[in-house]
C-alpha cells in the first residue's frame, strides 16, 4: 500500500523551528520529486517547497527562502523540511506530496498532513 505520513508539526513560538518529516511506505522515495505544500484557514493551498529527483534540485516559495530546508535520506526512505525562523503566517496544514515524474510539477500521492502553529 502506498503511503506517505507526515509527521513533527507543532506548536512554537514566533522565531522557533521545527522540523517535519515525510515518510514511505509502499514505493521508494528515490525515484520521486517531494514537495511540500501548506494550506491555512480560508486559504488556498501554497507550494512550500520541493525537492526533484534526478539531481537533487530544490526549490522554495519566495515567503520561506532562507529560512526552509528540504532534504532527503533515501536510507530511511525519507524527506525532511527545516524549518527556521518561524512566524504566524506560517501557520498551516502542511502536506507533503510524490511525483513520479520527477518534476516538481504534477503530483500522484498525497500524505494527510500534519498541524504547524506558530503564536506566542
Known amino acids: 500500500q502506498v503511503q506517505l505520513v507526515e509527521s513533527g508539526g507543532g506548536l512554537v513560538q514566533p522565531g522557533g523551528s521545527l522540523r517535519l518529516s515525510c515518510a514511505a511506505s509502499g514505493f521508494t522515495l528515490d525515484y520521486y520529486a517531494i514537495g511540500w505544500f501548506r494550506q491555512a484557514p480560508g486559504k488556498e493551498r501554497e507550494g512550500v517547497s520541493c525537492?526533484?529527483?534526478?539531481?537533487?534540485?530544490?526549490y522554495y516559495a519566495d515567503s520561506v527562502k532562507g529560512r526552509f530546508t528540504i532534504s532527503r535520506d533515501n536510507a530511511k526512505n525519507t524527506v525532511y523540511l527545516q524549518m527556521n525562523s518561524l512566524k504566524p503566517e506560517d501557520t498551516a496544514v502542511y502536506y507533503c506530496?510524490?511525483?513520479?515524474?520527477?518534476?516538481?510539477?504534477?503530483?500522484?500521492?498525497w500524505g494527510q498532513g500534519t498541524q504547524v502553529t506558530v503564536s506566542s
Open positions: 525537492i526533484s529527483s534526478s539531481d537533487g534540485r530544490t
Open positions: 506530496a510524490a511525483d513520479l515524474v520527477g518534476s516538481c510539477l504534477s503530483y500522484d500521492y
